[in-house]
């Protein structure tokens, strides 16, 4: 069974910067369509960036371009969300999910089917 786990959350000013990671394990397969989610409070979850680990395949929300990088570990296995010049309307819950393959980067959410409990970012002016 998959199981993602998130760290790195926090509270920071505007303008500052903050780096998520997720730890992944149980994969059965050799890649995944891995991406971040986010839900600000009172509204729906959006998907921020994704990739496919088998190496083609990235997607970065516009609302975050130039922002935010997505990047994942060496070993498949990590994945991170680097957030800078961070606004107060990236406050959210941030969510590491996956999707077996095959799957597109930017496919419905639907088809991430394994997720993590999330990890709060709080962006304040």
């Known amino acids: 069974q998959v199981q993602l786990v998130e760290s790195g959350g926090g509270s920071v000013l505007t303008g500052g910067s903050l780096r998520l990671s997720c730890a992944a394990s149980g994969y059965a397969y050799s890649n995944y369509c891995m991406g971040w989610f986010r839900q600000p409070p009172g509204k729906e979850r959006e998907r921020v960036a994704a990739v496919f680990t088998g190496g083609v395949g990235t997607y970065v929300a516009d609302s975050v371009k130039g922002r935010f990088s997505i990047s994942q570990g060496s070993a498949k296995n990590t994945l991170s969300l680097q957030m800078n010049s961070l606004k107060p309307e990236d406050t959210a819950m941030y969510y590491c999910?996956?999707?077996?393959?095959?799957?597109?980067?930017?496919?419905?959410?639907?088809?991430?089917?394994?997720w993590g409990q999330g990890t709060q970012v709080t962006v304040s002016s």
């Open positions: 999910a996956a999707a077996r393959p095959p799957c597109v980067v930017s496919g419905p959410q639907s088809t991430y089917m394994y």
